[in-house]
C-alpha cells in the first residue's frame, strides 16, 4: 500500500510509539515567537529544567507586537531575548530583522522537503507549503520541544484537495482556500493533513502555496502540505546550492516525500476553480464564507493588508496593481503591513511603498500587529475590516469589531470604493 | 489518580474559539493566574446572554458544550485559563485538536461523548455535578431527580498523560 507525503515523513521521524496510534516525532525545526514562549521558558526554569536540546533547531522571533506597546509586551521580549542570548540561539530575530514568523522562517530557507516542524502558533501549517510536516502546538508540547526535540501525534490521516481549471485573473490561492474551508467546514480537517495536489497547485508560487497552507488549520486540519517539486527546490536555491549540483537534483532529492500514486486519503474534494470567484468571509467563522458579488456595498472603516496569509512580496504585488494611480476611500482607514523587512524593503525598491502612500495607506513596520487584536490597527466597537488575515472571530481584531477575510486585491478594492468590492474590473 | 469532576456549567454552542475562551488581550500576562477573571468574557452564545461571572461559572469544576470547542488559535492560555478558575474536565462531542491535546498535556480531561448522549446531559435541569470514572470510562452526571450515565474511550496514550500528571512529566522520564 502506497504512503501519503505525512506518513513518509512520520516514518523517517518516529522515535517511539507509546500507544498503538499515538507517535512521538523527532523534530527538526522548533519555531518560537514571544507570545507563546515566554510562560515555556518562566515554566522551565521554575523547574530546574532551562535547557535546550539543540540550539541550532530552535528559530526564535520577536514578531507578534513589536516593537513593544506597554512595558507587558517589552518583558516579553526581554524574556525570549534573555534565554536566546542565553542558550546561543543564532537564528533570533529582533527589532529591524525581524517579521511575521511564518513569512520570515521560510525566507531564511529554514523549512526543506520532509522536515517536522513545530512553534507554539496554529499557523505554523504555512510552512507544510514546501512538503514538511508543520504543525501548531501549544506551550507544554512546545516546553517539551525545546527541552528534547520530540513531539507527540496521531498517526496521521489525509484529506486530499485536488485543484483543477484555469484560475481567473484577479482569483488566487486566498479565494481558493476560502473556497475550501467553506466546503469542509470549520471541522471538516480535524486530526487530518490537508494535501493539496493538482494542476493548479502544481503551477503555483510557494508564495500561494504557503496562503493555501496557512489557513489549514481554519477547516481545523493539524497541517496543510503541498508536495515538494522544481517550484520548491527553485524557491531553497540559494540556501541549498553547496547540497545539489544542480536544481534538477535537488528536485529528484526532494521527490522522495512525494505521496505515492496509491496512497490513501480519508477523503478527497475536488475543486474546479475555472469558475471561482473572488471569496469574502461574513460572521464570526472562516467557513462563513459568500463570493464577492454577495457581499457588495457592505461598508467598511479600516483595511489591512498583510500578516502570515498574505503580507508577502506577491501580495503587496497584487493590491498595489489595484490601486496604483487611485486614491482610498476618505472614510477607510488603509493599514499596509509588509511581513518581513525583506519583503518591506523589496516593496520598496519596486516602487510598491510610493504607490500604496500616494493612494493614503499607512505603512507600518513588520509584526503580526492587528491582526489578532493587539496593536497597530485595533478596531473600535461596532467597526469594519476588510483584511487579508486569517480570522473572523468575534472580537480578533479589537472587541466588538468585525474582520471580512479576503485576497489582496479583494482588500485593495474595498479600500478605493470603502465597501466590499469585486477586485476583477480595477484589474483591466 | 487524581479525581475529575464536579459542578458543571454547560455552554450550548459549538465552534467555541480559544479568543473567546480567553481574549487575544490577555496574553501579554506571563502568569497563568492572571488569567483568571478573563475566562470566556468574550463569549457570546446564539440567543442568549452569557455571564461569565455567574455563580455558576464560579462554582463550575466542569464545563459541557458542543462540537469543536477550543478552536482557533495555539494558545494554551486557553486550557489555562480554565485550570486557574478550577475547571478539571470539559465535555464535548469533538475538540479541535490543538486544544485537546494542550488539556491532556497539562493533565487534565477533553472528554468527548456523543450528540445524543450530550443532548441527555443538556436536558438536566437544576444545579447537575458530573463525576467522572475514569478507569470505566463513564461520565456520571446527577440532577436534582436524575442520574445520567454516558461512556466514552480515551486515547490510550492521552490516558497515559493523565497518569503521569501530564507531558512533560512524561517526556521527562520517558526520552
Ligand atoms: S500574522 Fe496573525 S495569524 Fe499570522 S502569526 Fe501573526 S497573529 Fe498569527
Given at each position: 500500500m502506497?504512503?501519503t507525503i505525512?506518513?513518509?515523513i512520520f516514518a523517517?521521524h518516529?522515535r517511539?510509539?507509546p500507544?498503538?496510534?499515538?507517535m512521538v ?11 507563546t514562549?515566554?510562560i515555556a521558558?518562566?515554566?522551565?526554569m521554575?523547574?530546574?529544567m532551562d ?7 530552535i528559530?526564535?522571533v ?10 507587558k509586551t517589552?518583558?516579553q521580549?526581554k524574556?525570549?531575548?534573555d534565554?536566546a542570548?542565553?542558550?546561543?540561539i543564532?537564528?533570533?530575530f529582533?527589532i529591524g530583522?525581524?517579521?511575521?514568523c511564518h ?5 531564511k530557507g ?9 512553534m ?7 510552512h507544510?507549503a514546501f512538503?514538511a ?7 507544554t508540547d512546545?516546553?517539551v520541544?525545546i527541552?528534547k526535540g520530540v513531539?507527540?501525534?496521531?498517526a496521521?490521516?489525509s484529506l486530499?484537495?485536488?485543484v483543477?481549471g484555469?484560475?481567473?485573473?484577479g482569483?488566487?490561492?486566498?479565494d ?6 467553506k466546503?469542509l467546514t ?7 493533513v490537508?494535501?493539496?495536489?493538482g494542476?493548479v497547485?502544481?503551477a503555483?508560487?510557494m508564495?500561494?502555496?504557503?496562503t493555501?497552507?496557512n489557513m489549514?488549520?481554519?477547516?481545523g486540519?493539524t ?7 522544481q ?11 553547496d547540497e545539489?549540483?544542480?536544481i534538477?537534483a ?20 475536488n475543486i ?20 464577492v458579488?454577495e ?6 472603516d479600516?483595511?489591512?493588508i ?7 512580496i506577491e501580495d503587496?504585488?497584487?493590491?498595489a ?8 476611500a476618505?472614510?477607510?482607514r488603509g493599514?499596509l503591513?509588509?511581513?518581513?523587512p525583506k519583503?518591506?524593503s523589496?516593496?520598496?525598491?519596486e516602487g510598491l ?6 493612494s ?12 489578532l ?7 473600535a466597537?461596532?467597526e ?8 473572523n472571530?468575534n472580537g ?6 468585525m474582520?471580512?477575510l ?5 482588500a485593495?478594492?474595498?479600500a478605493?470604493?470603502g465597501t466590499?468590492?469585486?477586485?476583477r474590473?480595477f484589474l483591466? | ?18 479568543d473567546?475562551?480567553i ?9 497563568k493566574?492572571?488569567l483568571?477573571p478573563h ?8 440567543g442568549?446572554?452569557?455571564?461569565p ?12 458544550t458542543?462540537s469543536?470547542f ?5 494558545r494554551?492560555?486557553?486550557v489555562w485559563?480554565?485550570e486557574v ?6 465535555i464535548g ?14 493533565g487534565i480531561?477533553?472528554?468527548e461523548l ?5 443532548d ?12 467522572v470514572d475514569?478507569e ?9 431527580d436524575?442520574?445520567v450515565?454516558c461512556?466514552?474511550s480515551?486515547n490510550?496514550?492521552d490516558k497515559k498523560l493523565i ?6 512529566a ?5 526520552y
Open positions: 502506497g504512503q505525512t506518513e513518509k523517517a518516529l517511539d510509539t500507544t498503538p496510534g499515538n516525532l523527532d523534530i527538526d525545526v522548533i519555531m518560537c515567537h514571544e507570545i514562549t515566554p521558558i518562566m515554566d522551565l521554575e523547574k530546574g535547557r535546550v536540546c539543540d540550539p541550532k533547531r528559530k526564535a520577536i514578531d507578534h507586537v513589536t516593537p513593544a506597546k506597554d512595558s517589552a518583558t521580549a524574556i525570549m531575548r534565554w542570548r542565553r542558550h546561543n543564532e537564528d533570533f529582533d530583522r525581524n517579521g511575521v513569512a520570515l522562517f521560510p525566507e529554514f523549512i526543506r522537503p520532509g522536515n517536522t516542524v513545530i507554539g502558533d496554529s499557523h505554523t501549517c504555512t507544510g512538503g510536516f508543520a504543525a501548531g502546538v501549544g506551550t512546545l516546553e520541544g527541552l513531539c507527540a501525534f496521531r496521521p490521516k486530499k484537495v485536488e483543477t484555469t484560475l481567473p485573473k482569483v488566487g490561492a486566498k481558493i482556500i476560502l473556497n475550501v474551508i466546503q470549520v471541522n471538516g480537517g480535524t486530526d487530518m490537508i494535501e493539496f495536489c494542476p497547485i502544481d503555483m508560487n508564495a500561494s502555496r504557503m493555501l497552507c489549514a488549520v481554519e477547516a486540519a497541517s496543510g502540505v503541498c508536495q515538494p517539486d517550484v520548491t527546490a527553485e524557491y531553497l536555491w540559494p540556501f541549498i546550492k545539489y549540483a544542480s534538477e535537488a528536485t529528484e532529492d526532494f521527490s522522495k516525500w512525494r505521496s505515492d500514486a496509491d496512497a490513501v486519503y480519508e477523503r478527497t474534494l474546479d476553480v475555472a469558475t471561482l470567484i473572488p471569496q469574502v468571509t461574513y460572521g464570526y467563522k472562516p467557513d462563513c464564507v459568500k463570493d458579488t457581499m457588495e456595498g457592505t461598508k467598511v479600516q483595511v489591512y498583510g500578516s502570515c496569509t498574505n503580507g508577502r503587496l504585488r497584487e493590491a496593481a489595484v490601486v496604483k494611480g487611485k486614491t482610498i476618505e472614510t477607510v493599514i503591513v509588509p511581513a518581513t519583503i518591506y523589496m516593496a520598496l525598491e511603498i510610493k504607490i500604496f502612500m500616494d493614503g495607506f499607512c505603512i507600518m513596520n513588520p509584526t503580526c500587529g492587528a491582526c487584536g493587539m496593536s497597530s490597527g485595533v478596531l466597537e461596532g469594519v475590516c476588510a483584511s487579508t488575515t486569517n480570522r472571530f480578533r481584531m479589537g472587541k466588538g469589531g474582520v471580512h479576503m485576497s489582496p486585491a479583494s485593495a478594492a474595498a478605493l470604493t466590499i468590492t469585486d477586485p474590473p483591466n | 489518580m487524581k479525581q475529575f469532576g464536579g459542578p458543571a456549567a454547560f455552554l450550548n454552542r459549538s465552534d467555541i474559539n480559544t473567546e475562551i481574549p487575544a488581550k490577555y496574553l501579554t500576562e506571563i502568569t493566574k492572571a483568571a475566562l470566556l468574557e468574550d463569549l457570546r452564545l446564539e442568549q446572554e452569557f455571564d461571572h455567574s455563580q455558576v461559572m464560579q462554582e463550575a469544576q466542569v464545563v459541557i458542543r469543536n477550543g478552536c482557533g488559535s495555539s494554551e492560555h486557553a485559563a480554565l478558575n478550577d475547571i478539571n474536565v470539559v462531542e469533538s475538540f479541535a485538536r490543538i486544544f485537546r491535546q494542550n488539556m491532556f498535556n497539562c480531561l477533553a472528554v456523543s450528540a445524543a448522549d450530550l441527555k446531559l443538556f436536558g438536566l435541569k437544576g444545579k447537575v455535578m458530573v463525576k475514569l470505566g470510562e463513564k461520565v456520571i452526571a446527577t440532577s436534582d436524575t442520574t450515565e461512556g466514552f480515551l490510550a496514550f497518569g503521569a500528571g501530564g507531558w512533560l512524561f517526556a521527562d522520564s520517558n
